[in-house]
């Protein structure tokens, strides 16, 4: 433990003492019932970050009133007497691996559901009647007007700062011990305090101090509520990085009017509203880690003592969070998705088992869920979101005990040999190829892809040092499968790229841009890249990063440009397209490739040449059905599973969670 000594070094704050410097991050698991109450399910969900080890469990994103606060479905609603019984439960749950648990506090003012609101016959309210420009985005993806935002009256005001008052005292009465206000990422108290929204006129708009005024009574009247030793936290954006919003120095300028209020500031950046500022408070794979903690080493070089600070975004293991620590100048590290992927990567930590830890890789799968109105789920960790019927995140042993067989060592094969292995079976993996990993070994090793190399790298760590037989080198055949022998057959041969049939597909400079990426194939200064989805858009953010000149072709329209991608993966790449001067051209149909590049014709029907001395397909993949259909006469039907790929195209979710789906029930 003494590699991580500041991480697991207590402190106590008005005679509360946190065991560790280490909470638990909002996050949203969307696992409420529709009337805002506790389920086992959200129990359970949170249960094993504190059994992990996290000094602070934080509730996420949960709403102070059920009229207007709510901006996704399955949060809390803590505007009700009734959630008590249920948060009782869950503080009893939590602290009795002697974490504490906080509650998010928040009311999502404009970014509230718009949709939901108007089922009820209201809109969303904000200081300004300004609508989220996300809300917009969606709108016309949908074919739809954005929702109407109301300006509130003083009236509203007044109920709205008890209402954040009743919530934490909800939160009191149940057992927390603290709670954190969400005045960060354009929530309702940023969006009286920011000028890029707050255009009112009375005393709430206008003047610093009258911006800041609703946010100060906010305070006030949570105070008042719960009294001096109960913990508050406010979570604030350092800055807003939108052209009118708060810059460092008007958020300095507000922390010192509140840091007698508060007792601990956490730290982020941002605006969930906008679209364009997301990748900043919720960081893809694309962006480095520990994004933000100079942030939070400035707030606390500037309030010293005064105040307790927290930063959080991409701290991604416990070397990051010591490596922080040590330096001194903030007190907590918030971290989310390192306990999504395991939560027991700070137990595993301490005990030198780092290269057991399943790594994130930062797909931010979880994160987007919410809002498409589904319940949190992962892409490396097959049990997230399903604790309840994993206790521990583990898969019983089975009845029968057999004889596995799997071919394929791609992330579906491997997947599926760890989660039968764990059920008691003897499992023989085999793979064609001198080395396990399938389609990874492409897609994680574009450079901006660490995450995902690292998440190959641990998968293939696992599967050779579990007690699977592992065949290298070993295409099956029928006659492998008949001389196993084996009590089930589980087909994860994956897929082969598509290349289409077109003039000059054959000529020397046309590639698969997975040889590309991986180094397998030479590339010019002028590249053309065939497919606009997630695979084809990194490729050309990649090539572009080493200064090449990159045009994406798509022959659907915009819609269909990085599919496959998280929505907020999406919006950063969709800035990482524009800073890297990508071209991008939709609607788009390829006819032939020369030597000189290749000619085209668009939805206009005109004809258009584009020079290039490189030309790379990221059309897709197809399902290898014939080695399927070859394999699968071997044993009965019901003893033959097909997974992955060879099933049907996907990612690594897809493939994972097949792995899992299967063999967790054979």
């Known amino acids: 433990m003494n ?22 991050a909002p996050m949203v698991p969307c696992m409420a019932t529709p009337e805002g109450w506790v389920t086992d399910e959200l129990i359970e969900f949170y249960r094993p970050f504190a ?15 059920w009229e207007h606060a709510m901006d996704h479905e399955g949060q809390l609603n803590l ?3 009734n959630v008590k019984m249920g948060l009782d439960d869950l503080a009893n749950e939590i602290q009795r691996y002697g974490a504490l648990v906080s509650v998010e506090l928040n009311h999502g003012g404009r970014f509230a559901n718009s949709m939901n609101l108007a089922t009820k016959g209201l809109k969303p309210v904000s200081s300004t009647p300004k609508p989220a420009e996300i809300d917009e985005f969606f709108s016309k993806l949908q074919g739809r007007q954005p ?26 009465d149940s057992g927390f011990k603290m709670a954190m206000i969400h005045g960060a990422h354009g929530m309702l108290p940023s969006q009286f305090l920011s000028p890029y929204v707050n255009k009112r006129v009375d005393r709430y708009g206008g003047s610093f101090e009258n911006r800041a005024r609703f946010c100060i009574e906010l305070l006030d009247a949570v105070r008042k509520r719960v009294g001096e030793k109960f913990i508050i936290e406010y979570r604030i954006s350092a800055e807003e990085l939108v052209e009118g919003g708060m810059v460092f120095e008007d958020v300095v300028k507000f922390v010192h009017m509140i840091k007698n209020k508060i007792d601990i500031l956490h730290v982020s950046v941002g605006l969930l509203p906008n679209p364009f500022t997301i990748q900043y408070m919720i960081q893809p794979l694309y962006v480095p880690y520990m994004l933000n903690v100079h942030y939070a080493e400035r707030m606390k070089a500037e309030f010293g003592e005064d105040l307790y600070i927290t930063t959080v975004g991409s701290v991604m293991n416990l070397d990051n969070a010591e490596e922080i620590l040590a330096r001194g100048k903030v007190d907590f590290v918030a971290m989310a998705r390192p306990f999504v992927s395991d939560p027991e990567f700070m137990r595993k930590a301490a005990q030198g088992k780092s290269e057991d830890i399943r790594p994130c890789v930062r797909c931010n799968t979880c994160c987007g869920r919410s809002a498409f109105f589904k319940k949190t789920r992962c892409t490396v960790n097959p049990v997230n979101g399903r604790e309840k019927y994993y206790p521990n995140g583990k898969v019983g042993k089975a009845d029968e005990l057999k004889k596995v067989m799997i071919v394929g060592g791609g992330p579906a094969g491997m997947q599926a040999a760890l989660t039968a292995l764990e059920r008691g079976h003897e499992v023989h993996l085999f793979e064609k190829n001198d080395k396990l990993g399938g389609t990874l070994n492409h897609a994680a090793d574009i450079v901006f892809k660490k995450d995902l190399e690292n998440f190959r790298e641990w998968l293939i760590a696992q599967t050779l040092k579990s007690n699977a037989k592992v065949v290298l080198n070993r295409e099956v055949t029928p006659e492998v499968v008949r001389e196993l022998k084996p009590d089930a057959l589980i087909i994860a041969v994956g ?13 020397p400079h046309v590639h698969w841009a997975g040889d590309i990426d991986c180094g397998r194939a030479e590339v010019g200064q002028k590249v053309i890249i065939i497919g606009g989805g997630l695979t084809g858009a990194e490729s050309a953010v990649a090539l572009a990063m080493e200064g090449k000149e990159v045009t994406l072709v798509e022959m659907q329209g915009t819609e269909a440009l990085l599919n496959g991608a998280a929505l907020i993966n999406k919006f950063s790449l969709q800035s990482l397209m524009a800073k890297h001067k990508v071209r991008v051209v939709t609607n788009t149909k390829l006819e032939s490739i020369t030597d000189k590049g ?13 020079e290039a001395d490189t030309v790379a397909f990221a059309v897709g993949m197809r399902p290898l059905k014939n080695t399927v259909a070859e394999l699968s006469t071997e044993l009965p039907q019901t003893e033959v599973y097909v997974i992955g790929d060879c099933d049907e195209i996907g990612n690594v979710f897809t493939a994972i969670h097949a792995g899992f789906n299967t063999a967790s029930e054979l």
């Open 3 to 24: 590699k991580y000594a500041h991480v697991f070094s207590p402190i106590t704050i008005k005679g509360v003492t946190f065991k560790n410097r280490i909470q638990t």
């Open 495 to 507: 897929g082969t790229p598509i290349m289409p049939n077109v003039p000059g597909a054959d000529l």
């Open 79 to 81: 505007g009700d007497d």
């Open 147 to 172: 929702g109407e935002v109301e300006e509130m009256s003083i009236s509203l005001i007044n109920k709205t700062i008890q209402d954040y008052a009743d919530a934490a005292g909800r939160c009191k």
């Open 598 to 610: 290749i000619r085209t014709i668009n939805s206009r029907f005109e004809w258009q040449n584009y």
């Open 51 to 65: 059994k992990g080890g996290a000094g602070i469990v934080t509730i996420g994103d949960s709403a102070i009133n």
